[in-house]
């Protein structure tokens, strides 16, 4: 078998070169787009966000129930690690910060401390914690 040249690689990549612009359409219609496409368009009632962004009063370190992440069926204890905007960077206690996670302040995922029991239920450790108590 004999080798390439550089003549021919140099060749070979440039016919792999994108092509040059495309001249751009005069405007972008979606009704043209959905029926080329043969596609439905996702009706605005599908849509729940609010108008209005959440606020977000949460602070380093407080406290909250969350579900894991990991198993959706159980409930813990998480803290707020760090904040963006609207999102809470949690971590599930007993865990480390590699399980770190995001919810938005307005999730059905996090609840106040206190709501599990209210609500007749057990908080459980994360998956994967220790469940030696600290001395």
Known sequence: MGRTSVKDQKEKAGSLLPPG???????????????????????????RQSRVPPSNDFKVGMKLE????????????????????????????????????????DSSDIQPI???????DMLQPPLGASTAVPE
């Open 66 to 105: 969350v579900h894991d992440p990991r198993n959706s069926t159980s409930v813990c204890i998480a803290t707020v690690m760090g904040m963006t905007g609207v999102r809470l960077r949690l971590r599930l206690d007993g865990s480390d910060n590699t399980n770190d996670f995001w919810r938005l302040v």
């Open 114 to 120: 206190g709501t599990c029991e209210k609500n007749g």
């Open 21 to 47: 612009p495309t001249p751009a359409k005069e405007s972008f219609s979606w009704e043209e787009y959905l029926k080329e496409t043969s596609s439905t368009p996702a009706p605005p009632s599908f849509f």
